[in-house]
Nanobody, 121 residues
Framework: QLELVESGGGSVQPGGSLVLACRLS????????IAWFHQAPGKQREEVAC????????DYADPRKDRFTISRDNAGRMVYLKMEHLTPEDGGVYFC??????????????WGPGTQVIVSS
């Protein structure tokens, strides 16, 4: 089983930056691919970025790939999402999701409760 807990959300002005963190709990968490999803108000949850387990290969969904960076610290059991040049459209709830495999594919098997991001002047 894999448990995930997000943190780092908050309120930021347009053009600002935030770093979200996802703490992982369970066995062999370093082996699992972890993804970040964004759910804007009234919309479906969409994948933003995903990072594989052992190799740490990152994939990004357009058009955020130039502004967002996903990374992981396996020793610290953490996955991060650095978000820059934020716009109001980036606001919403961000979830991290865990795949019980080493690669990013389909929907995650486990979800965190989410962290709220507000982008407003």
């Amino acid at each position: 089983q894999l448990e995930l807990v997000e943190s780092g959300g908050g309120s930021v002005q347009p053009g600002g930056s935030l770093v979200l963190a996802c703490r992982l709990s369970g066995y062999y968490v370093e082996r699992y691919a972890i993804a970040w999803f964004h759910q804007a108000p009234g919309k479906q949850r969409e994948e933003v970025a995903c990072i594989s387990g052992s190799a740490g290969h990152a994939d990004y969904a357009d058009p955020r790939k130039d502004r967002f960076t996903i990374s992981r610290d396996n020793a610290g059991r953490m996955v991060y999402l650095k978000m820059e040049h934020l716009t109001p459209e980036d606001g919403g709830v961000y979830f991290c999701g865990g795949h019980l495999v080493d690669y990013c594919s389909g929907r995650p098997d486990y979800w965190g409760p989410g962290t709220q991001v507000i982008v407003s002047s």
